[in-house]
């Protein structure tokens, strides 16, 4: 039988008559779904399901962060979310926190498909990164302040270690790592040396 198939029963109540084979009816991936797949690093899995529709997302295993890109046509956006996955061992969409400094919206007018890739790009770098703590060099987790509803990055053995450092903070520290460049020696020779 080919896997487009399905046999069922002709009266599913009281089971009389022959069973009868039906079509199922596959419908392509939309022209904008695909446009904005193909726009996408590899790295992305495409995936369905009935609160979001197609969406996209990459997960990385080692740092517990993913990236989620959500379309939404009606509205002519696209959501690009970097989630923290450190609370959700079970993965399950909404479990995980939304890191709100990392995540925005895309407007799908100009030049999109450009825009999209520089930000899907920007949250494959992001996931690839969690920052360690500062003083016992542990993975941090995202939490949020009780005042102000302000999310921070804080050690996960918070009890015992109490370091944080602010998203702000960590985006500057990601940047000025990304844009280190070696400065060449100058040899200075032994007579100048000792004359100073």
Sequence with gaps: ???????????AATGAGPPTTTQRQYSPL????????????????RLQDTEHGYHW??????TKLSARIYPNVDGD???????????????TANGSEVIKMW??????TGNWRRRLR???????????????????????????????????????DYPRCNGSITIIDHDVDRKRAGSYRPQTEQYVSQAQTAAS
């Design 103 to 108: 995540s925005g919206d895309l407007r799908m």
């Design 118 to 156: 520089r930000a899907s790009g920007e949250a494959l770098v992001l996931v690839n990164q969690r920052p360690r703590c500062p003083n016992c060099k542990k993975p941090l987790v995202l939490r949020e302040r009780r005042d102000n509803q302000q999310q921070f990055f804080g050690c996960e």
């Design 57 to 62: 997302v990459y997960r990385v295993t080692k």
């Design 77 to 91: 956006t696209i959501n690009i979310s970097v989630f923290d996955d450190s609370k959700n061992p079970d993965l």
């Design 30 to 45: 939309p022209s904008v779904f695909r446009a904005i797949e193909y726009n996408l690093p590899p790295n992305y899995r």
């Design 1 to 11: 039988m080919v896997a487009s198939e399905q046999t069922l029963p002709n009266n």
